[in-house]
C-alpha cells in the first residue's frame, strides 16, 4: 500500500534498539527519583535525630 517497503533487519534492529533505549532511559528516571526520594526521607530522619532534645536523665 501507498509504495512502503517493509522494514529490512538492519531498520528493524535500528528501531527495536531505539525503542528498548528509551525505555531504558524512562526506566533509570524512575529509579534515579526513587533514589532521590530515599535520600531525601534519610537525610530529614538524620536532621531530626540532631535535633531532638537529649533524653532527660535523673
Known sequence: ???EQPLSRLDA???TRRVVEQ???RQ???IDRGIAEEERREAERRQGE???PAPRTG
Open 13 to 15: 534492529l535500528r528501531f
Open 1 to 3: 500500500m501507498g509504495g
Open 28 to 30: 533509570l528516571g524512575l
Open 50 to 52: 540532631r535535633m531532638r
Open 23 to 25: 525505555q531504558a532511559v
